[in-house]
C-alpha cells in the first residue's frame, strides 16, 4: 500500500529562520509531489506542485523532489509566524487516476 | 471567483440520522474528489469522480456511505445511518481532466451525537 510519511511535529523555528519539511514515500511510483498548507480549522491549500527531479522555487518556497530516493523536501525561507500552519504533502502516483496520496502533515510552528 | 462551495459548513446530528453534504466544484473541473479528516487517520480519500462517473469509492464504509454526483456542477456524500465514528471534517476538492493538482472546498464539520 503505498504511504507518503512526515514529521508529525511540531516544527518551531524563530521568525526570519529557514523552516525545512521533509515528506518520503513508500516506493518509487510517485510521479509528482504536492505541498499543501492547512491552518487551522481551514481547508488545505495547494502551496507547490513538483513534477521534475531538482529544485522549484516560488517566492519564499522551495521544493526538492528526488524520485529516487522517494524524497521531497519544502523549504521555506524567512520563515513568518504567518507560515504557521500544518504542511501536508502528497504523492501523484499517475496511471489511470490522478488521485493523490496524502501525509498526515507536519505541524510548524514559527516564532516571533 | 473561482473556488469549491460546500453546505452545510457545519452540522449535529444524532445517531442514526440521514447526513447529506453537498459540493458545487469550481466551474470547469470535471473531477472530484471527497475527503475525511480527523486528528487520528488525517485526510482519507473517501470517493472521487471524473465527467460524474466514479472511478473510485474504495476508501468509503459501503454500507452507510454514498457517493453521487447529479450534474456536473453538484456532489452529494450522504450518510445512512450516522455514527458518532462518522464525527470528522468531510472536504470536497475539484481538478481538471487527469491533472493533479486539487482545490478543496472549505468542509463540512459533523458531529454525530
Known amino acids: 500500500q503505498k504511504e507518503v510519511e512526515q514529521n508529525s511535529g511540531p516544527l518551531s523555528v524563530p521568525e526570519g529562520a529557514i523552516a525545512s519539511l521533509n515528506c518520503t514515500y513508500s516506493?518509487?511510483?510517485?510521479?509528482?509531489s504536492f505541498w499543501y498548507r492547512q491552518y487551522s480549522g481551514k481547508s488545505p491549500e495547494l502551496i507547490m506542485s513538483?513534477?521534475?527531479?531538482g529544485d522549484k522555487e516560488d517566492g519564499r518556497f522551495t521544493a526538492q523532489l528526488n524520485k529516487a530516493s522517494q524524497y521531497v523536501s519544502l523549504l521555506i525561507r524567512d520563515s513568518q509566524p504567518s507560515d504557521s500552519a500544518t504542511y501536508l504533502c502528497?504523492?501523484?502516483?499517475?496511471?489511470?487516476?490522478?488521485?493523490?496520496?496524502f501525509g498526515t502533515g507536519t505541524l510548524l510552528a514559527v516564532q516571533p | 471567483d473561482a473556488r469549491v462551495t460546500q453546505t452545510p459548513r457545519h452540522k449535529v446530528t444524532e445517531m442514526g440520522q440521514e447526513v447529506t453534504m453537498r459540493c458545487q466544484p469550481i466551474?470547469?473541473?470535471?473531477?472530484v474528489f471527497w475527503y475525511r479528516q480527523t486528528m487520528m487517520q488525517g485526510l482519507e480519500l473517501l470517493a472521487y469522480?471524473?465527467?460524474?462517473?466514479?472511478?473510485?469509492d474504495s476508501g468509503m464504509p459501503k454500507d452507510r456511505f454514498s457517493a453521487e454526483m447529479p450534474d456536473a456542477t453538484l456532489a452529494t456524500l450522504k450518510i445512512q445511518p450516522s455514527e458518532p465514528r462518522d464525527s470528522a471534517v468531510y472536504f470536497c476538492?475539484?481538478?481538471?481532466?487527469?491533472?493533479?493538482?486539487?482545490?478543496f472546498g472549505p468542509g463540512t464539520r459533523l458531529t454525530v451525537t
Open positions: 502528497a504523492g501523484g502516483y499517475g496511471g489511470a487516476t490522478n488521485k493523490l496520496i
Open positions: 513538483i513534477y521534475s527531479n
Open positions: 469522480f471524473r465527467n460524474r462517473a466514479p472511478l473510485d
Open positions: 516506493d518509487r511510483g510517485s510521479q509528482s
Open positions: 476538492a475539484s481538478g481538471l481532466d487527469s491533472d493533479y493538482e486539487q482545490y
Open positions: 466551474l470547469g473541473h470535471n473531477t
